[in-house]
């Protein structure tokens, strides 16, 4: 993939905030049969359009990983606003211990591929890793109506998380999948299809966090009408990332 930069000068804005929102509002969710828990957290901050003022101003670049997109840098202020303030909520929920939870990885991404660039990996649900004690967050931070993240189960095996249990027997038949008469076509995928069935879809709200395990197979809920926007301010702003602990005793 050819390498993507934008940069947008930085208006001024309101400062950071790094405190709830006094309308926050946490829901603890379970997703499919198989029960994988999803954390939602709507107006978590108290001025996330600051976050988009320092969007703004941030250097992006396309990474080595298959994100359809930019990204750049987060705040480690924001990283450790997430982790002191929901320490506690996050370990209990995903059964992992509070004070081992740490970030390996956080940043601003904006999604800037067209559907007719996505490699194939990028059509189809995925997993972020096969560790069950590492967990994905999404922060949305547009607007418009640009579409969430939803999840999904793999037809043929029924799974709705792949684990290192279940690595070779997936990997082996989504390889099949690939070259079926099935396989999907340069499109975004948004909802089910003749290989995964969605099975719980969380709209883009803004100010709106969710958070799962990155064994979940999941995707950005993007329409075919997506026009890609290099602009922090207007286009499909997140900011992204990972976190780890260890497993809680019994």
């Known amino acids: 993939m050819a390498k993507i930069e934008c940069h947008v000068p930085q208006a ?8 709830t929102h006094p309308d926050i509002n946490v829901q603890q969710l379970a997703l499919g049969r198989e029960g994988e828990p999803l954390l939602l957290i709507d107006n978590l901050v108290a001025n996330a359009d600051a976050l988009v003022d320092l969007a703004a101003g941030k250097h992006y670049s396309d990474v080595a990983t298959y994100y359809p997109g930019v990204r750049a840098k987060a705040p480690l202020t924001y990283q450790q606003f997430i982790v002191d303030k929901f320490r506690d909520l996050i370990g209990g929920f995903f059964g992992l211990q509070a004070k081992s939870l740490r970030f390996t990885a956080c940043h601003y991404s904006l999604v800037t591929t067209p559907a007719d660039k996505l490699a194939y990996l990028q059509r189809i649900p995925h997993s972020d890793s096969m560790l069950r004690n590492e967990l994905a967050m999404v922060h949305y931070l547009f607007k ?20 290192m249990p279940r690595r070779a027997t997936y990997l082996d038949i989504a390889e099949q999948e690939k070259d079926g008469p099935d396989s999907p076509g340069s499109a975004y995928i948004n909802g089910s299809t003749a290989l995964y069935e969605q099975i719980s879809a969380q709209d883009g709200v803004f100010n709106r966090l969710i958070m799962y395990r990155r064994t979940s197979l999941h995707s950005g809920s ?3 009408d997506f026009v890609p926007e290099f602009d922090p301010r207007k286009g499909r702003l997140s900011i992204n990332g990972f976190l780890v602990g260890d497993a809680a005793i019994p």
């Open 12 to 19: 001024t804005g309101s400062p950071l905030d790094y405190t």
């Open 144 to 163: 418009r109506d640009l579409g969430g993240t939803a999840f999904y189960r793999h037809r043929k095996t029924g799974f709705e998380y792949v684990d």
């Open 222 to 224: 993007i329409r075919p």
